[in-house]
């Protein structure tokens, strides 16, 4: 895999207040907890059809609404709990996206017996090529298409590419070493 960056990146697109905090604390910065790795799984969902400037703006409410994304909680969310989330205007009120934070909760607790966290399941598959983790999305979680998983992977560190190599984000994510850069 290279590391080199798209001719467009978001870093183009990181002059706005909400685009410019998310591209300068955020995007492409290696995660560590599950929390943080399970809510920008949810919001990388909630974003499908919609822009991210949406989602960066309805980003506190999706973690209050969610309960700090903690999986144990949403894997244990009843019907109630799924009405509420539907009736919250804070947040993106599908079904599909709602239903599919639930269930992708229950299996990062599966993932959590089988390899003792979300992140150590990561770890475990890494690297492996967008395709490969395109598939291991499909098979392993609900609502992972390719856009999902690609940026699901850029944000996080998995993936190189997030920001140009002339971005000075770029070398202060380096320096904290994200997945893609240990091959």
Known sequence: MSDSAPA????????????????NTEYGFPLQDDSLLFER???EINQAGLSWL???KKKD?????????????????AEEDRA??????GII?????VNAAIENARR????????????????????LTLDEWKRLFKKTFVFTGGEIVNEFLLSTGYLPGAHRPD?????????????WSRG
């Open 93 to 97: 009120r599908n079904r599909l996206k």
């Open 84 to 89: 509420r989330l539907l009736a919250d205007a």
């Open 41 to 43: 799984l949810c919001l």
């Open 108 to 127: 990062i607790q599966a993932l959590r017996v089988s390899h003792g966290s979300f992140r150590g399941w990561l770890d475990t598959h890494h690297p």
């Open 8 to 23: 467009f990146s978001y870093c183009d697109m990181a002059t706005t207040p909400f685009h410019g905090e998310y591209h």
């Open 167 to 179: 971005c000075p984000v770029y070398h202060e994510i380096v320096q904290l070493a994200p997945p």
């Open 61 to 77: 409410n999706f973690r209050k609404a969610y309960e700090g994304f903690d999986i144990d909680r949403i894997a244990a969310y």
């Open 54 to 56: 949406t989602i960066l």
